[in-house]
């Protein structure tokens, strides 16, 4: 079966289009607001088990979780041969260098006093 130039283009834009759109942001969550109020419980059931956590000596727990990835990316090819044309489409998704990490540290109640994301 060949696949003429129109049919290939209109594939590529079908593929990146299914891209982005899996890509659309969630909106952006106020931590400071969160500061007092918010408890450890309601971080597990939010974000899903923390990636690592510790209780310090006095009774708080500092807890992270990888909320981002960087080092991915996604690759489109398009190209003819012999007549013939093809459409190529490869994504990477081995973790990248530097996690994106929030870290949350609740006091010995379990309400948010601090976060931190890189």
């Known amino acids: 079966m060949r696949i ?6 209109s ?3 079908v593929v990146t289009a299914l891209f982005f759109s899996s890509c659309a942001s969630k909106p952006k969550v106020d931590w400071d607001a969160r ?4 408890t450890y419980d309601q971080a597990v059931l939010e974000l899903g088990p923390p990636a690592r956590e510790a209780t310090l000596a006095d009774g708080k727990k500092v807890a992270e979780w990888i909320v981002g990835r960087s080092g991915g990316g996604l690759s489109l090819g398009f190209g003819t041969y012999s007549g ?11 973790p990248g260098p ?3 990490v929030l ?3 609740f006091a010995a109640d379990g309400k948010l006093v601090n976060w931190v994301r890189n």
Request: aromatic share 6%; glycine share 14%; hydrophobic share 35%.
């Open 103 to 105: 870290r949350l540290t």
């Open 84 to 94: 013939s044309t093809g459409v190529g489409v490869s994504k990477s998704v081995g």
């Open 98 to 100: 530097h996690d994106k």
């Open 4 to 9: 003429n130039s129109v049919h290939a283009f």
């Open 11 to 13: 594939l590529l834009m």
């Open 35 to 38: 500061v007092g109020n918010y």
